[in-house]
C-alpha cells in the first residue's frame, strides 16, 4: 500500500474534474475510480473537490469506488478517520467543512455525506480486470510507476475499456502514456497529466484488446464481474 496524503497533487486533480464536470450533469450515476487508494486521503479528497463544484442534486448521484491491492482496509480508514498530522495540509475551512472531531483523541472524521460516497475494497490491477464499466473519471496516481512497462500498457487499456467515451484519465504528473497506447487517451489539460478518452474505429494490440497479456487474463474471471456491473 502505497503513501499518500490529502490534497496530493492538488492542481492536477481540480484540473481534471473541471474538464469533466460539464460532461456530468444529467446523469443518474456518476462513478469514478481512485485505483491505488493506498490508506484512503486521496477517495476522501476527490469527495471533497467534487462536493466544492456540486450542486447538492448532482453529488448525491456520485459514486467513489476506492481500490487497491493490499489485503484489506483497516475499519479506520473506511470508516474516514485521520490523526492529525495525515489532516495538517489540508485548508482550514475545507477542514472544519468536511471533518469533524473523532471519538478518538487527535484523530478527526470525514463528515458521514463524504463517507457515503466512497467504497473501498481490493483489486489487483494487473488482474486487467476493470471493476465495472462506464466510469466518468479514473485516477492512478502512484501505481503505474511501479510497472513493467508491458504492464503499465495492458493497465492502461483496460482503464480505456472501463471509462465512457468521453471519459478523464488522470495519472502521475512525471509519468507519459507510453507509445503503443498513446493513440487511446489524447491530453486533456496542458500542464498536468489529465487525458481524455479516444474512441477508435478499431484497436489491435498483440492478440487482444488488451494485449497477449491481457487477452487471456480478460476472459478470466468476468462471471465475477457480473453482480458489479449490474449496480448503478
Known sequence: MAFTFFFRDWDTLESALDIALPRLSGRAFIHVWDAGCAHGP???TLAILLRERMSDYL???????????DSGFASQVTSGVFGAKEVQRIPAAILRK????????????VIPELRAKVSFMRHD????????????????????????EAQRCDVL???HQALQPDGIL???STQKLPESVRHLFHPAAVQAAVYQKVQPTRIEHGSGTFGPVGAARQRHGNADRRHILAQP
Open 42 to 44: 486521496e477517495p476522501y
Open 59 to 69: 453529488f448525491r448521484n456520485v459514486r467513489i469506488h476506492a481500490t487497491d491491492v
Open 98 to 109: 468536511y471533518f469533524r472531531p473523532s471519538a478518538s483523541p487527535g484523530f478527526v472524521q
Open 125 to 148: 490491477l494487473l488482474s486487467l480486470q476493470p471493476i465495472r464499466d462506464g466510469f466518468s473519471v479514473i485516477v492512478c496516481k502512484n501505481v503505474l510507476l511501479h510497472f513493467q
Open 157 to 159: 487499456r483496460m482503464f
Open 170 to 172: 488522470v495519472v502521475e
